[in-house]
């Protein structure tokens, strides 16, 4: 597949320090793409809202709103514009943290800007890459559950006819899908963290198990439902009252 016309990504950049930022965007002018830059998180939020962008750079130190809090907000309404976070911190629990609110990766400064710029084409070619017609699929039943993905609502309806909801992040309700899009059969853990990480490595691999762990609470209530850990494969979604016997 051909990369996509860097001239047609607009890329929203919001870094506080105003002499790194403009060397940044300077910098990816030069390879064509429409970069627009905000110096702080709350501008960074205004820029975001008032335009269109196929990706987003956000560096997690900033006064008033942190890169993480920034993109916290993104995604309550958008969970498609692929974010990378830029940060002097290379802590675990810091990289961690920017998956589980649904970046797409995470870069530590200093770095070198052609790797910056690879990072960039790999997500936005990504981003493009027309979906197995089978993921069209939007909503699912399994054992007492109905899955809606576009409004992310997972509903429980007990044997007692109550019915219970749940709203799940972005990243939980791309993983359940996956999931139910499995069911009853192995999903890989690299199949997995390639299509809703964008990359299988430990951090990605961290940030999985733990999104796991939380669809196994929210799936607790029905007891003919598990995911169980296929060890050395991936995960299975097992759904025991749909088994064929």
Known sequence: MSDINPAEAKILLVEDDQNFGDVLRSFLEVHDYDVTLAVDGVAGLEAYRT??????????????LSGFELAKKVRETDSQTPIIFLTAKAMKDDVLNGFELGA????TKPFNSEELLA???VILRRSQVPADPKEDQTEFDFGQFHFHFPLRILT???????????????????????????KNN?????????????????????????????????????????????????FQLLVSSEQES
């Open 104 to 107: 797409d990766d995470y870069i």
């Open 186 to 234: 192995i999903l890989s853990r690299s199949e997995a963290l390639t299509k809703i990480w964008g990359e299988d490595n430990y951090f990605t691999a961290r940030s999985m198990d733990v999104f796991v762990t939380k669809l196994r609470k929210y799936l607790k209530p029905d007891p003919s439902i598990e995911i169980v850990n296929i060890h050395g494969n991936g």
């Open 119 to 121: 990072r960039i084409n």
């Open 51 to 64: 335009g269109k962008w196929d990706l987003c750079i956000f560096d997690v130190m900033m006064p008033r």
């Open 156 to 182: 429980h309806t007990d044997e007692k006819g109550e019915v219970s909801k749940d709203k799940l992040s972005p990243k939980e309700a791309q993983l359940l899908k996956l999931f139910a899009l499995h």
